[in-house]
């Protein structure tokens, strides 16, 4: 049996942290969406038990350090399943970007082995699951427009992001999420986003009133260590975007326009500025529909 899934990359409209857990992790309130940018990956069923993962790109490990094959041994051994997968991952979702590639990758492990196996598992069951190995590989298993708290992991669907264009733009950095969350707990947080009035918006079609409450508490941090991120997005405004902000821990830069048109200039003056190696046009998408 051979199976084909589409892991789609995520941006944050919106991030806040308001607090700490004991076991070190982060509290968080986040309105996440989908783009229609995403990695593709190939499963077929073995009898040897073994977990074989290749890969596009060399930059992607594909020992049993790489989330899928973690997905795929957690599986064998709760269910008892003597079955292996040949799987092979083709990357587009930049690494390193913020944009929870490696999450929604193992997320598509989950669901395809959950097939592949005939596990017969439902989403609220791998999600339970998931959170074990990663706090946003349960949102890239639900897809769509979500409202994000706890950390992560409590999840509450909502009405899809009104119909845009996105230009997505990683300049040639990659930062550490560790590194970015311990800056932010050694200051204090300046100016906490409106988490339910971006929601409020979304749910009501508003784009313009959405884009004006856009924020993320982790973009102080990311950005004031690498100033191409502020180029980026001034390159992006000065180019028609409503706004252009950056996605959870960065360094990538997301940009909304309501012109295809003014989308397609955006990214043009990006390419020409060679800020961004990693450049693509996009919009909101929910895989569910």
Not at 3 to 11: G, Q
Not at 52 to 69: F, H, K, W
Not at 147 to 168: F, H, Q, R, Y
């Amino acid at each position: 049996m051979r199976l084909e899934k589409k892991a789609y990359a995520k941006i944050n409209l919106g991030l806040d942290v308001t607090g700490k857990r004991a076991d070190g992790y982060h509290i968080v309130r986040m309105i996440m969406q989908n783009v229609d940018l995403f990695d593709t990956l190939t499963f077929e069923d073995n009898e040897t038990g073994e977990v074989n993962l290749t890969a596009s790109s060399e930059r992607i490990p594909t020992d049993d350090s790489n989330l899928i094959c973690k997905v795929a041994h957690q599986l064998q051994k709760e269910y008892g399943v003597t079955r292996g997968a040949n799987i092979h991952l083709i990357k587009r979702i930049p690494v390193a970007a913020g944009m929870a590639g490696g999450s929604t990758d193992g997320a598509a492990a989950y669901m395809a082995l959950n097939e592949l196996w005939s596990l017969g598992l439902d989403k609220t069951k791998l999600c339970e699951l998931a959170v074990k190995l990663g706090a946003d590989i349960p949102y890239c298993i639900i897809g769509g427009t979500a409202l994000a708290e706890g950390i992560g992991e409590e999840l509450t669907v909502i009405s899809d992001m009104p119909k845009c264009s996105i230009v997505i733009a990683k300049p040639a950095i990659d930062v550490s999420t560790g590194w970015v969350y311990k800056e932010l707990d050694s200051n204090e947080i300046a100016e906490h986003p409106d988490i339910d009035g971006i929601k409020a918006a979304i749910e009501g079609g508003d784009i313009n009133e959405m884009c004006r409450l856009i924020g993320n508490v982790l973009e102080p941090v990311t950005a004031g260590k690498y100033t191409v991120i502020p180029e980026i997005e001034k390159i992006l405004e000065d180019n028609g975007a409503i706004r252009a902000f950056m996605t959870g821990s960065g360094p990538t830069v997301f940009a909304i326009y309501d012109d295809a048109t003014k989308a397609k200039e955006g990214f043009e003056a990006v390419k020409r500025s060679a800020l961004a190696p990693e450049l693509f046009l996009s919009g909101p998408i929910n895989p569910n529909l």
